[in-house]
């Protein structure tokens, strides 16, 4: 049973920063890319990091370029997030995946919630 569990969310201002965990199992995790995605309140959930299995590439949406970075460890089968220079924008449920052929097609975790606010 594939199964995706985030944590690492909380609060934070402004510019300031949290780091996102995500432990996954039940799938070949060392040859999946892997990715994090953003659910926005009463917005659609939008891919914002993915990194493939050698960790040697990496990708970001727009949003997140220069203050994002992804990372993950094939030892441990975990994925991170650590998000600097936090912006309001960067609030909601953050999620893991594992993509396949470029898409998301595995249930989704119960994600991490982050607020961004003064």
């Known amino acids: 049973q594939v199964q995706f569990v985030e944590s690492g969310g909380g609060s934070a201002q402004p510019g300031g920063s949290l780091r996102l965990s995500c432990a996954a199992s039940?799938?070949?995790?060392?040859?999946?890319?892997m990715a994090w995605y953003r659910q926005a309140p009463g917005k659609e959930r939008e891919l914002v990091a993915t990194?493939?299995?050698?960790?040697?590439?990496?990708n970001y949406a727009d949003s997140a370029k220069g203050r994002f970075t992804i990372s993950r460890d094939n030892y441990k089968n975990t994925v991170s997030l650590q998000m600097n220079t936090l912006k309001p924008d960067d609030t909601g449920v953050y999620f893991c995946s594992a993509l396949v052929l470029g898409s998301a097609i595995y249930s989704w975790g119960q994600g991490t919630h982050d607020t961004v606010s003064s």
């Open positions: 039940g799938f070949s995790f060392s040859i999946s890319v």
């Open positions: 990194v493939t299995k050698t960790d040697g590439k990496r």
